[in-house]
């Protein structure tokens, strides 16, 4: 049992490090590194504990705090793209899409009032990107997806 703790605790510490560091340039080999694991043992091993693949992980994170800065209409799509880590324009737009429905344009350009009243831990809370496939993990534990 102690060393399925000390592996959870190593998997942590790299998600903690992707949700710390997510506009940097984070990439599996080095969170892999974090977790004092081979490359292909954390892919397998976070994907089985998270329900997702670290990339996954870090997209959704990085999707999450664009969705922040897109509500603020003080930057545009460009500069929240770069400003989240993205690599390029296009994988953050289609990740962006595929995660929230609307393109980023369409969610800057979008009325956010509904989420005025909320401190920003609940505006993050609510408007968390939900994945539209339901993951094996989620479906072993009986979670419905969103």
């Known amino acids: ?6 592996e959870l605790r190593r998997l942590r510490r790299a ?7 997510y506009a940097l340039p984070l990439d599996v080999p080095a969170l892999a590194r974090t977790a004092l694991m081979s ?8 994907r089985d504990t998270y329900g997702e693949t ?4 870090l997209m959704t994170r990085r999707i999450e705090r664009a969705k922040a800065l897109l509500r603020r209409g003080e930057l545009s799509v460009t500069d929240v793209c770069f400003a989240v880590g993205a690599a390029s324009l296009g994988s953050f737009s289609a990740r962006f899409t595929e995660l929230v429905g609307q393109t980023p344009s369409a969610y800057r350009a979008a009325s956010h009032d509904d989420l005025a009243d909320l401190s920003s831990c609940q505006a993050m809370v609510a ?5 539209r496939k339901p993951s094996s993990f989620g479906e072993a ?4 997806s969103a």
């Open 127 to 131: 408007t968390r990107p939900r994945r």
């Open 39 to 46: 490359t292909a043992h954390f892919s397998r091993r976070f």
């Open 54 to 57: 670290p990339y996954a992980y």
């Open 141 to 144: 534990l009986g979670i419905a």
């Open 15 to 21: 998600r903690d490090r992707m949700d710390r560091e």
């Open 1 to 6: 049992m102690g060393a399925d703790l000390d």
